[in-house]
């Protein structure tokens, strides 16, 4: 199994997040589930290194100027960016194969005080601590790298210079605050170019550099991305986002029908299209175009491994959804 060794992992810890006289405290987050059933390899391979890390990192406090690092868990909360559960357990021991374990492996403390005692987070977890990592940095003042679903064929992008990474998202920002508009052509089958103009009006982009040098701030590592939400049609005006949009399922290709921000029908045959159409129809937000990414991580030598959190940092890419 790929792991960093303990240089390297200090020096991630440097890099993701330049140091601040007040850091005393960095803590691993792990959640963990509620039985055997709802376990699977990877998350069990996810808790092994985030022991490792932690192992590592306590071994590195000198180093790091750090009090202490503690390697936090929790009761797995089920879905994504769902909202934490009330209490984290510091563990003392192993770590739980289930929740039913977490009492006795360590103190049992409430997210709010560890909140207020802890600077640095990182986050390797089955479910996405994203979204209640944000809102909670932003009101305790902490710093938070997340790492939704990583496996350890994710270790190199962990190897690269992100002061490097950095530099490029910043430059792709500089160009999407200055656009109005993207246009994006799409060749189908090498034979039908379709597009999809979307609307870059009344918003910032955003650079996600796997960096994070100011307090109270969360997001993803590893990362490599800047991305912009297209104007959704909030203000008086409609959004002008507009055209076919062709996405590969399987050995289908569907075309959606994009229009004033959202996919509004599928245009394509097929059982897949049809499955999509029906879908669409069910859960209207998932046709909302919510984000248009350049990932830069392909120019770092990194390829694909079948899982977002890394994939969609590596290219050009369009999110669904909310």
């Given amino acids: 199994m790929q792991s960093l060794s303990q240089h390297e992992l200090v020096s991630l810890v440097k890099s993701v997040f330049p140091p601040f006289v007040q850091d005393r405290v960095l803590a691993i987050l792990v ?24 192992h590592h990192l ?144 009344h918003r910032p982009a955003y650079a996600s550099g796997g960096r994070f040098p100011e307090p109270g701030v969360a997001g993803n590592v590893p990362s490599g991305e800047t991305y912009i939400v297209p104007y959704e049609g909030e203000r008086r005006e409609l959004s002008q986002t507009n055209g076919i949009l062709p996405v590969q399922f399987q050995d289908e290709i569907v075309l959606f029908e994009i229009k004033e921000n959202r996919a509004v029908k599928v245009k394509s045959s097929g059982k897949i299209s049809g499955e999509q159409a029906d879908y669409l129809q069910r859960e209207p937000a998932y046709g909302n175009m919510a984000e248009l990414g350049f990932g830069v991580l392909a120019d770092f030598g990194l390829k694909p491994i079948g899982e977002i959190l890394l994939d969609e940092k590596l290219g050009f890419h369009i999110a669904f959804g909310r």
Avoid: H
Wanted: proline residues 5%.
């Fill in 58 to 201: 306590q071994s590195s406090c000198p180093q790091l100027d750090f009090e202490r690092v503690d390697l936090i868990a929790y009761a797995s909360v089920g879905s994504n960016n769902a909202d934490l559960p009330a209490v984290g357990t510091i563990i003392k021991m192993n770590l739980p194969e289930n929740e039913i374990g977490l009492e006795k492996a360590g103190v049992t403390k409430a997210f709010k005080e560890i909140f207020q005692t802890t600077q640095l987070f990182l986050a390797p977890t089955e479910y996405s601590t994203t979204a209640p990592l944000k809102m909670a940095a932003k009101k305790y003042g902490f710093r938070a790298a997340t790492m939704p679903g990583f496996c350890p064929e994710m270790i190199p992008a962990l190897r690269i210079d992100y002061g490097l990474v950095n530099e490029r998202v910043q430059f792709l920002k500089k160009k999407l605050d200055a656009a109005i508009s993207a246009e994006v052509v799409f060749l189908v089958d090498e034979a039908d170019e379709l597009k999809v103009c979307f609307d870059l009006r």
């Fill in 31 to 54: 959640d963990i589930p509620a039985d055997e059933s709802g376990d699977n390899e990877n998350w069990r391979i996810r808790r092994q290194l985030a022991e490792r890390w932690a």
